[in-house]
């Protein structure tokens, strides 16, 4: 199944502040580094990981 980045954010970052409350700069944070990590030179590890 593939599923869109920006969805797959978003829906992680709704989980996040529903199940565990955290403070919002964080949530930004996780969610910006979650985002120019999957267009990094990281990305095929990243990717081969998930799989």
């Given amino acids: 199944?593939?599923?869109?980045?920006?969805?797959?954010?978003?829906?992680?970052?709704?989980?996040g502040i529903k199940l565990i409350r955290p403070p919002w700069w964080l949530i930004a944070v996780l969610l910006l580094g979650g985002y120019l990590l999957a267009d990094s030179l990281l990305?095929?590890?990243?990717?081969?990981?998930?799989?």
Wanted: charged share 5%; no cysteine; net charge positive.
């Fill in 43 to 51: 990305a095929p590890a990243i990717n081969a990981a998930v799989k």
């Fill in 1 to 15: 199944m593939q599923v869109p980045l920006w969805f797959a954010l978003l829906v992680v970052g709704y989980l």
